[in-house]
């Protein structure tokens, strides 16, 4: 599960400007933060009695920080609509924020997957963005600042990545007892491999296993949805292809058998406070065991 | 020159008994009696050890949240129990800690700054005090039981909707903070009354002390900005209790409602924060450095365009919800513009420097120094954040944590700070400990930039706000870990500085100060238990180093009112602009009454918190009849004394009705406040009705018929009140009220009649939300109404006593005229629309 998670690397042209930006306020700060300490300095050695004039004050307290930021705001609202730019024709995603999780939809390919977006390398994606429950707020540093996700809204956050890899992206409006642990990941690969991964999110093809029957039978389709099933639930995330996933419980767990297990059997200890129940002592070791690994084989 | 020679107001030897007389009608109580103390100088040394004890518990909640961050993936404190933390840490901090300890300060300080002999109001500030102390310890109290809020101390809709949090802890936040705001508005008020008129004579707006000039723009900003968080609670209250869907978007309601609101308070809340810290900054420096202010007009200034500029600001921390540019480029551009006036304030502060004849390097200056220091810093990131793009990626992460903390602590903790070592000598006679000032310093400025300052590394590498533990691997572990050290060592500073309070605060109230900083302003004059002998005249900024024998002559007695006329506690009302006398004001001593009302106050939001109904409406009852009898016997004392000469010719009435009357003074700045909250509900109209993009008023609502009848009732209503003055008539008053209730009640009929019903849809819940503040002044309105009433069988209200009857009627015609605004409001918008 790696994925860097930080604004000072940036891997798309949208993450570069707001860099660039870093850069700019990080340096002009540091200077006229320096700048004024040394007038300070200077003001207690007691040799710049010059310091000590309303007009001075007017020049360096006023006339001074207009000009710096009269340039400053230009900067910046040239910054504001460079990224409103459309480039090409974005791919559309939909992301819909739930406590702690994400879905993530895309309509023109008729896919849904979670906590994890696929992006074609070099197109403009589209993010529609919006939350059935409470606010939340999609950050992937790598990318693109921040978007609000909230009830009876929907945003849009336009973003392009620059290279393959993948990133680590996190919830960043609290949104309750788990906002911690609802991560995701931003993976961007090469078109033909992108197509590759829509054409087989599309066929979705599912094996059959005794662990497909204890699914069934312990209800799981009530809040799953399996595409190429009956399970068709909407509460929890859809598993389709669920063993393609970088993490389990939306980045709190690496995704591999062991975790699968770990995660249909107890997921209150793993992410308390998430809505699905254990299933530690409704399901024996040997069912637990059979559906992690039909889970792990939707791949 | 000075003494002898100088004409002063009264001449020597003063009457015998004068002083023995004034000293008895300001003794203190004593023993079992304390808790009814109301005089300035105790009740605000109380508010600030107070506040500095929620500082201190506010403060522990940080150190297991370092703790618990100290490492990646820790199991230290629970996810459950962190999220208690973090809301509680910044919601104490906010309204139990920073906001109480300025305006402590002010209630300390101001007096003896403006040569008064206490605030005008002093019931009504031990009142306040007495609230926030009880409802602030049983707030803090609700983490014992896991019942604190832990929605963040935003409380943001829909988490903290019923659905969503259907526990008592956001409760608690709701209905504990409302009470806190109310307390900090009965505040504003008296300091606003104190500033405007109870300036010694001479002390003219600009020979004002800064900290009494950034104290009223503290308090202007207080009226206008607690109304709207008052408002939110309000709505919130209602949502969650009733089920009227202000912020349920599948009900016409919207979450960013709560969002303005909160923040039109919330962000000039850092500015009511910092104004008072930065106006005790520009008194202390003076001292320190022997000179006088550099730039006091363009400080003022400066002081008043923060106050103005900040209320234009607060949808900046609302950038990523999604705005059009043109609104980011606006808020970028007045966020950008409240910089200005910081930035003359810090050169202002540097420019003194320079002009320092003999700085004192003693603890007060360090941490004013730090505070410089530690501000900057602040400011600067605090342009960073302003431009809207930027914001994108820092916002929520722990970079805004750096910055609010460098803002924060250096712009107020620091302040305080220095203050405290500053100004211990007016209440103890002798300094704090020069060696554990210095160490507490050094340890806090190392530690506070230690704590903060890799902090913005962390926020950039990608950690957000609000998350109770962080994955390894992002380059965050040594920069958490270097953050957890440093707080433990601001920790140990903030010990150095309780241990030195324990150790050397020994507070008394005739102490001599002995002047040891040689400051220039009036409280540094010797100071008893009814403030100074005489009240001073004022010729300039620094009265005491133009005149040094003015202590000499304000003790002797040769300054104004020397002593007691009425034998009651008195203070001089002064006219606002120039302060010159116009009157003298009797204030009110100690009583038990203000203390019932108080228990009375703080256990009706508690036990309402705690679902206790019945108990809650015995509290309000209590505290109810307390103040009326605290009014009755209290207020409105009538001609009791002819006119008396309190020097230079001054001959001066001990009671003035009229609309110069302290009261009516008091009332109109209330109604201020009232307004902004009118103003709020009326931005709640709007904007549910704007920005939505369904139908307004929905599909199907039936409007009632246009309420001429109401209007009428309204109107006619009015017509006899404003009649009623000639004659201060009460049954011509009382019947123009009826009349206008009637009114309100005749449209709310109305309304209902056509099916309007809240829990059905926003609008619906809107519409009955302003009944519910027209129902709430009615009801307080008739309570005074029966009040003056009775005063009226009782002979105490006649053509020449009139107070009492001036202030209900000026009461009466704001619910009436509020009343005649919803209508139009409630039926003129989804006409408009």
Request: net charge neutral.
């Amino acid at each position: 599960m790696r994925g860097e998670q930080s604004a000072l690397s940036p891997r798309g042209p949208e993450a570069e400007l707001l860099h660039g930006l870093t850069w700019l306020l990080s340096l002009g700060g540091a200077v006229i933060f320096l700048l004024t300490m040394l007038l300070l300095v200077l003001a207690l050695t007691g040799r710049a009695r010059w310091l000590a004039s309303p007009r001075v004050m007017v020049m360096l307290g006023a006339v001074l920080p207009t000009i710096v930021l009269i340039a400053l705001f230009a900067h910046s609202t040239g910054i504001v609509s460079a990224l409103g730019r459309v480039v090409g024709a974005p791919l559309v995603i939909e992301v819909v924020a739930r406590q702690f999780w994400w879905e993530v939809r895309y309509p023109e390919q008729g896919i849904v997957t979670a906590n994890e977006i696929r992006l074609p390398v070099g197109r403009q994606a589209e993010l529609r963005v919006t939350s059935p429950d409470v606010i939340h707020a999609l950050w992937i540093p790598a990318l693109h600042g921040k978007i609000d996700m909230i009830p009876g809204r929907e945003n849009r956050l336009r973003l392009t990545a620059g290279e393959a890899g993948t990133w680590r992206g996190q919830c960043a409006e609290f949104c309750g007892s788990q906002h911690t642990l609802m991560a995701l990941f931003a993976v961007a690969q090469p078109p033909a491999e992108f197509e590759a991964w829509a054409a087989r999110q599309r066929a979705a093809p599912v094996p059959e296993s005794a662990g497909r029957a204890v699914f069934a039978r312990a209800g799981c389709g009530a809040c799953h949805t399996v595409r190429g099933t009956e399970f068709s639930g909407r509460i929890g995330p859809d598993l389709t292809l669920i063993g393609t996933r970088q993490s389990l419980g939306a980045g709190t767990l690496e995704n591999h058998r062991d975790t699968l297990l770990q995660w249909v059997s107890s997921p209150q200890r793993v992410k308390p406070g998430n809505a699905m129940p254990d299933f530690r002592g409704v399901l024996s070791d040997d069912e637990l065991r059979e559906v992690a690994e039909w889970l792990e084989n939707l791949r | 020159m000075a003494g002898e020679s100088a004409v002063t107001p009264n001449s020597l030897p003063r009457p015998e008994g004068e002083l023995e007389a004034l000293k008895a009608a300001w003794v203190q109580p004593t023993g079992w009696r304390f808790p009814t103390v109301v005089n300035n100088a105790v009740i605000g040394v109380l508010y600030v050890a107070t506040a500095l004890l929620f500082f201190v518990l506010a403060g522990i909640l940080a150190l297991l949240m370092r703790l618990q961050l100290a490492v990646p993936g820790n199991d230290l404190i629970g996810h459950a129990t962190y999220n208690q933390f973090f809301t509680m840490h910044g919601t104490v901090m906010m309204f139990l800690f920073a906001v109480p300890a300025v305006e402590a300060m002010g209630v300390y300080l101001l007096p003896a700054m403006l040569g008064a002999r206490d605030l005008p109001f002093p019931r009504l500030g031990a009142y306040a005090y007495i609230a926030y102390l009880i409802g602030g310890l049983a707030f803090f109290a609700s983490l014992f039981w896991g019942l604190a809020p832990d929605q963040g101390w935003f409380l943001y809709p829909p988490l903290a909707g019923r659905e969503q949090s259907p526990g008592i802890n956001a409760d608690f936040w709701l209905l504990g903070i409302g009470f806190i705001e109310i307390s900090a508005i009965a505040g504003a008020i008296e300091i606003i009354v104190g500033v405007l008129r109870t300036r010694a004579p001479g002390m003219s707006l600009w020979r004002m002390p800064v900290f009494a000039w950034a104290m009223l723009v503290f308090a202007g900003m207080i009226i206008i900005a607690f109304p709207a968080v008052i408002w939110a609670t309000i709505l919130l209250e209602l949502e969650r209790a009733l089920d009227w869907p202000f912020f349920i978007a599948a009900r016409g309601g919207d979450p960013v409602l709560w969002q303005h609101l909160f923040w039109f308070f919330g962000h000039p809340e850092v500015y009511i924060i910092f104004l008072p810290a930065a106006g005790m900054v520009s008194m202390m420096l003076p001292a320190m450095a022997h000179t006088r202010l550099v730039g006091y007009e363009l400080i003022v200034v400066a002081m008043v365009g923060t106050g103005v500029l900040s209320f234009g600001l607060w949808v900046h921390h609302m950038y990523t919800t999604g705005l059009p540019q043109l609104s980011l480029a606006a808020v970028t551009g007045a966020s950008f513009a409240v910089s200005i006036p910081a930035g003359v304030q810090v050169f202002a502060w540097i420019g003194t420097l320079a002009a320092a004849r003999r700085l004192q390097w003693e603890v007060p200056t360090l941490f004013i120094l730090g505070f410089l220091f530690v501000f900057v810093m602040g400011g600067l990131t605090g342009v960073m954040l302003a431009v809207a793009p930027w914001d994108f990626q820092a916002h929520d992460t722990h970079f805004v944590v750096a910055h609010l903390h460098y803002v924060l602590i250096g712009g107020m903790v620091f302040p305080l700070l220095a203050a405290l070592y500053y100004w211990t000598p007016t209440a103890t006679g002798r300094k704090l400990s020069d060696r554990l000032g210095r160490w507490a310093f050094w340890l806090i400025f190392g530690g506070v930039n230690l704590t903060f300052f890799p902090m913005h590394l962390t926020g950039l590498r990608g950690m957000p706000r609000r998350v109770y533990t962080f994955p390894s691997g992002q380059g965050i572990e040594w920069t958490n870990l270097l953050s957890t050290i440093g707080a433990f060592v601001v920790a140990a500073g903030v010990l150095l500085v309780l241990i030195d309070l324990a150790r050397n605060f020994r507070f008394s109230l005739n102490a001599d100060s002995g002047n040891p900083w040689g400051a220039g302003t009036l409280e540094w004059l010797p100071q008893d238990n009814f403030a100074t002998r005489s009240i001073p005249l004022v010729t300039d900024r620094e009265p005491l180093w133009t005149n040094p024998g003015l202590p000499r002559e304000v003790e002797a007695g040769q300054h104004f009112l020397p002593g007691t006329v009425t034998g009651l506690r008195e203070t001089l009302a002064t006219s606002p602009m120039e302060a010159t006398p116009q009157q003298i004001a009797i204030v009110p001593g100690p009583g038990w009454a203000h203390v019932i009302a108080a228990i009375g106050t703080a256990g009706f939001f508690l036990a309402l918190t705690v679902q206790a109904y019945a108990l809650s409406l015995g509290f309000a009852l209590a505290g109810l009849a307390a103040m009326l009898h605290w009014l009755w016997h209290g207020t409105d004392l009538g001609p009791i004394h002819p006119p008396v000469d309190v020097g230079a010719g001054y001959r001066l009435p001990v009671y003035a009705p009229g609309p110069a009357s302290l009261g009516n003074w008091a009332l109109a700045v209330l109604l201020v406040a009232d307004t902004a909250i009118f103003a709020c509900l009326a931005f709640t109209h709007a904007f549910l009705g704007l920005a939505g993009t369904e139908a307004w008023p929905p599909a199907g609502t039936v409007l009632p018929p246009v309420p001429w009848v109401p209007l009428l009732l309204l109107g006619g209503g009015s017509i006899l009140m404003l009649v009623s003055a000639s004659a201060t008539s009460i049954a011509l008053l009382l019947a123009g009220l009826l009349l206008a209730l009637l009114g309100v009640g005749w449209d709310g009929w109305e309304w209902w009649r056509s099916g309007l019903r809240p829990e059905a849809h926003a609008f619906a819940a809107s519409v009955c939300a302003s009944f519910v503040w027209h129902g709430f002044h009615a009801l307080v309105a008739l309570v005074m109404g029966g009040y003056l009433a009775a005063r009226g069988v009782r002979g105490r209200v006649t053509p020449e006593r009139r107070i009492t009857f001036d202030i209900v009627r000026l009461f009466c015609l704001y619910t009436a005229a509020q009343a005649v605004a919803g209508l139009v409001l409630c039926h003129g918008l989804p006409r408009a629309l």
